[in-house]
């Protein structure tokens, strides 16, 4: 069976779950704000070791693709390529969001009956987000979407939909009294569904190509220059 080791960093919490198969080994997390680059590879390097394995033993890296931080993605993106290069393996996205909505389908019972909205906060009233069922088939792409009391209105008149991620509370406090706007609250990033959803694209063999992989930032991102006094 492959072993695979998945990588979480698009938000402030540092993730890291070790796969053996379909069988999660060990995991392990921190949520402390501005710690990934200081942290994941010794995560990555103590969770191997306490599983009994080497580096050298792992058959592919998955990574959560975006979207998210920019700065985490980054940090995530280049310590996945940097193993699958120095150890010869595949690379595996998988969406941040999916990640999400992997945990929220596994969590609610008849989740047939639902759809899923998982929401990143994006600052402000926006979010990134997209509506997927519960085989994880896509109803609305991945977007930014600025709330408002009018956003999802369709889709709710149609079908309840459950709402989760650090940016559903935002919108929470427009859907008071919407009996098809649910909410869960516990649902964070984290690098175990990352796996879970990867294995299947391992069996497909669904790699990307590591030369090339960039991760989905959605926007562009805007790096403007410091102001500068003008001293005489």
């Known amino acids: 069976m492959p072993l695979l080791l998945a990588l979480e960093t698009s938000s402030t919490v540092c993730s890291v779950a070790l796969y053996k198969g379909a069988e999660l080994l060990a995991a392990s997390e921190l949520q402390i704000e501005k710690s990934h680059s200081s942290h ?42 940097g193993l699958c290069y120095s150890l010869d393996i595949p690379l595996l996205e998988v969406s941040t969001l999916y990640g999400l909505a992997k945990q929220a389908i596994d969590a609610i019972p008849n989740a047939q009956d639902y759809l899923f909205c998982p929401m990143l906060d994006a600052r402000r009233m926006e979010v990134y987000t997209c509506l997927v069922n519960s085989k994880l088939e896509e109803r609305m792409p991945i977007m930014p979407v600025v709330l408002d009391e009018q956003s999802f209105q369709e889709e709710l008149a149609r079908q309840p939909i459950i709402f989760f991620g650090n940016g559903a509370a935002k ?21 175990k569904p990352i796996g879970e959803l990867a294995i299947v694209k391992y069996e497909e063999q669904a790699f990307e190509d590591v030369a090339y992989y960039e991760p989905f930032y959605l926007k562009d991102v805007y790096i403007t220059s410091p102001t500068k006094n003008n001293i005489k």
């Open 171 to 191: 919108f929470k406090r427009l859907m008071e009294g919407n009996a098809n706007a649910l909410f869960i609250d516990s649902i964070q990033p984290s690098a």
């Open 40 to 81: 994941i590879t010794v995560m990555i390097a103590q969770l191997v070791e306490n599983c009994g394995c080497t580096l050298h033993d792992l058959s592919a890296v998955a990574v959560s693709g975006g979207p998210g931080s920019y700065t985490g993605l980054r940090i995530g993106s280049s310590t996945a390529k």
